[in-house]
């Protein structure tokens, strides 16, 4: 997903970079506690969905990173 991220200013793209992270890590906390504390089965299907989110939240933070530090905001 491209955005468009010269009509933001670095607050906003620091609040929606800071906004991924958290969903980030919210997102791994509650995998990791479906794989270590439960006992349910989880198919593949849900692990590549997982993993999707995962990579999709990665790339926009990388992204958004990658543009401040090239825009020099």
Not at 24 to 37: H, K, M, V
Not at 45 to 73: H, P, W, Y
């Amino acid at each position: 997903m491209r955005l468009d991220y010269r009509t933001k200013s670095r607050c906003q793209l620091e609040a929606e970079m800071k906004r991924l992270q958290r969903d980030l890590e919210d997102l791994e906390e509650a995998i990791g506690f479906d794989l270590i504390n439960t006992s349910a089965h989880i198919s593949g299907r849900q692990v590549q969905k997982d993993e999707a989110c995962l990579s999709e939240l990665r790339e926009r933070i990388d992204a958004i990173r990658k543009f401040l530090e090239s825009a020099n905001m």
